[in-house]
């Protein structure tokens, strides 16, 4: 995996803004430490991070190739899973490589399709081509939005990167943020509005689209979109196309020059993948496959079952890695590494994020990268196949808002009286809500039920897969690892949108489908354990420390979080008593002891990107 910068300036020859670029570029060290590179000429600078995992010769980048006399040169950041097939159809053509990388098959693509080549494409990436012909710069991003890919005009220039401090680095973009951009921290975080970059005038290519730059402007357009229709199997026909698209997307992913290992929580999603890598290491003799886990010091001592997360993960792992027979390494954190790590994940996403849940992740990456290069995750099931409980419970589903987030009136009130009328949290939020609603494809005719349903999906799909997705590719890249995602397929999420929900809710079970996919596969008490979201600590040591961190930021004048919120509200939560057990503000995982950390981490994160607002 990689990171990938450039700027286009339609008035400047850039041969002279070097020293500019590798700044920027520096910036993605650690998602590619493995090489850099650069190609300017003229009006184009691309610059390039490696980290090596298929063909580390010849898939070095920026990579050229000439069509007839003129150069399409690109910069990359994914991998492709079909990279096989699209390259003998390539060679029918008459095309010619030099190399095994999917990095040259992709150029090769674009050369023979232009951006056509896109619906050919198997694979999370972000990339960038210069067309020396047309004079165009061509910019696409994956379909489910794996990688990520951000980008700002400024008059003649274009500026883009896998991530926002790379773009921070150039002096034409500034730490701004505007009142949208308040609103995205207070009242959307740590979810973003899809395509918002949060400062001002940044943006984020959406998953799915493609933008091209030219001197005459920009143009974005959707490439693919999901397309809601009549499900035409029965249910055993559902149930073996699901299993075989997802035995098939999994053995594409493992494919690597470099160690690959799974994670493993004990939980459906993980452990269906790492029973399906086992298989495929035992027939093709790769050895024993590796796996991970992650827990914290004393969490059997504090853990308490409660909804969300009804029993503890270790004695899961135990039991898949002996039924699977991995090599399994269990990774346990304390507290005061966990806290110390909250700042690092904050510089990791360029944002204030999900606190504990990314920094453990960081963790538990920065460890695993000792011995690996590439891991296989269980993100996106839930999100796909219906694992949350806003999917099958009554109030959740019929909630007119984000139903991970049901407490916006209650977050407005963190707020400054003066910041509240001007942000209008409960608008904003109402407002990104019914845009995403409008944009659901329907089905003509559909039942009201099974309309809100997809409705529903919709929502997870484009929002709260999204935020999962950012923290997994910032946490694992900070960390200088590769993360793959097979349930993020997009003809898994193609086939299963349609997929009724009295299939995906089989025997009344959160992705009951799956679990019957799999059958056969994996021990039917593991197939059909109630769901347990990733582990996060429950030592109340957790929850004293980000209450101690808040309190120092609540009582420095210096603190630009002061000017923000409404410091009795916020002093009256500091002042209640909190555990891992308070009910969620965010999702499933985030609740009083995130909340603290949320705020503090507001306040460093201003301070650290000496952050400017601009209302």
């Known amino acids: 995996m990689c990171g990938i910068v450039g700027w286009v300036h339609w008035q400047k020859d850039l041969s002279s803004e070097r020293h500019v670029l590798e700044k920027m570029t520096a910036c993605l060290t650690n998602r590619?430490?493995?090489?850099?590179?650069?190609?300017?000429?003229?009006?184009?600078?691309?610059?390039?991070?490696?980290?090596s995992v298929v063909d580390p010769v010849g898939g070095q980048q920026p990579m050229t190739r000439y069509a007839g006399e003129y150069r399409f040169t690109m910069i990359y950041n994914g991998e492709l899973y079909n990279t096989e097939e699209i390259r003998k159809d390539l060679v029918a053509r008459g095309h010619a490589f030099r190399s095994h990388s999917d990095t040259e098959v992709l150029l090769a693509a674009y050369i023979e399709w232009g951006k056509a080549c896109l619906s050919r494409l198997n694979g999370i990436f972000a990339f960038a081509i210069w067309n020396e012909r047309e004079q165009?710069?061509?910019?696409?991003?994956?379909?489910?939005?794996?990688?990520p890919l951000f980008y700002a005009e400024r008059g003649p220039s274009f500026l883009f990167s896998s991530e926002l401090k790379a773009l921070l680095a150039n002096p034409e973009v500034k730490p701004?943020?505007?009142?949208?951009g308040l609103a995205e921290i207070f009242a959307i975080g740590p979810a973003r509005t899809p395509g918002h970059g949060v400062f001002r005038g940044v943006q984020e290519v959406r998953p799915g689209y493609c933008v091209e730059v030219r001197q005459g402007g920009v143009s974005l357009e959707k490439y693919w979109s999901l397309e809601s229709k009549p499900h035409p199997d029965d249910f055993p026909t559902t149930v073996e196309r699901i299993r075989a698209l997802l035995l098939d997307s999994i053995e594409r992913q493992l494919v690597a020059d470099v160690p690959v290992a799974t994670l493993l929580s004990g939980g459906l999603d993980s452990s269906i993948i790492t029973a399906a890598a086992?298989?495929?290491?035992?027939?093709?003799?790769r050895g024993t496959l590796h796996t991970y886990s992650i827990d914290y010091v004393d969490n059997d001592l504090y853990f308490q079952a409660h909804a969300f997360q009804p029993n503890a993960d270790a004695p899961w792992v135990k039991r898949v890695s002996e039924f699977v027979g991995t090599e399994h390494h269990p990774i346990t954190f304390d507290t005061p590494e966990l806290v110390s790590a909250l700042k690092t994940a904050v510089l990791a996403r360029d944002l204030p994020g999900m606190t504990d849940v990314d920094?453990?992740?960081?963790?538990?990456?920065?460890?695993?990268?000792?011995?690996?290069?590439?891991?296989l995750s269980g993100e996106?099931?839930?999100?796909?196949?219906?694992?949350?409980?806003?999917?099958?419970?009554e109030d959740a589903l019929q909630a007119e808002t984000f139903p991970w987030a049901l407490l916006t009136d209650q977050r407005a009130r963190w707020l400054s009286p003066d910041l509240q009328a001007i942000l209008r949290p409960e608008e904003y939020v109402s407002q990104r809500y019914r845009e995403t609603l409008a944009e659901v494809p329907r089905l003509h005719g559909e039942d009201p039920h099974e309309d809100r349903r997809r409705e529903m999906f919709y929502l997870n799909l484009v929002w709260f897969m999204n935020t999962l997705l950012d923290r997994k590719d910032r946490m694992s890249m900070a960390a200088s690892l590769e993360a793959r995602v097979p349930f993020c397929d997009h003809r898994i999420v193609e086939y299963v949108w349609n997929v009724p929900w009295a299939m995906k809710y089989d025997q009344n079970r959160e992705k009951g489908i799956l679990r019957k996919a799999f059958e056969g596969i994996l021990p039917d008490d593991v197939l059909y354990r109630k769901k347990s979201p990733y582990p996060k600590t429950h030592n109340p040591a957790y929850a004293k420390a980000t209450r101690e961190w808040l309190n120092e930021v609540l009582n420095d004048a210096s603190s630009p979080l002061l000017a923000l919120i409404d410091l009795p509200t916020i002093r009256e939560l500091v002042a209640r008593k909190a555990d891992a057990t308070s009910i969620p503000w965010f999702g499933q995982l985030m609740s009083t002891p995130q909340l603290y950390a949320y705020l503090a981490s507001i306040d460093y994160w201003l301070r650290e990107y000496k952050v400017s607002i601009r209302l």
């Open 359 to 375: 920094a453990s992740l960081y963790l538990f990456c920065k460890e695993i990268k000792r011995e690996q290069t590439v891991v």
């Open 136 to 147: 165009t710069l061509f910019l696409a991003r994956d379909r489910m939005g794996v990688k």
């Open 278 to 285: 086992a298989a495929v290491f035992k027939r093709e003799q």
């Open 380 to 393: 996106c099931a839930d999100e796909i196949f219906g694992g949350y409980p806003w999917f099958y419970r």
């Open 176 to 180: 701004e943020l505007d009142r949208e």
């Open 32 to 51: 590619g430490p493995d090489a850099e590179g650069y190609w300017i000429a003229n009006h184009v600078a691309l610059g390039h991070r490696r980290l």
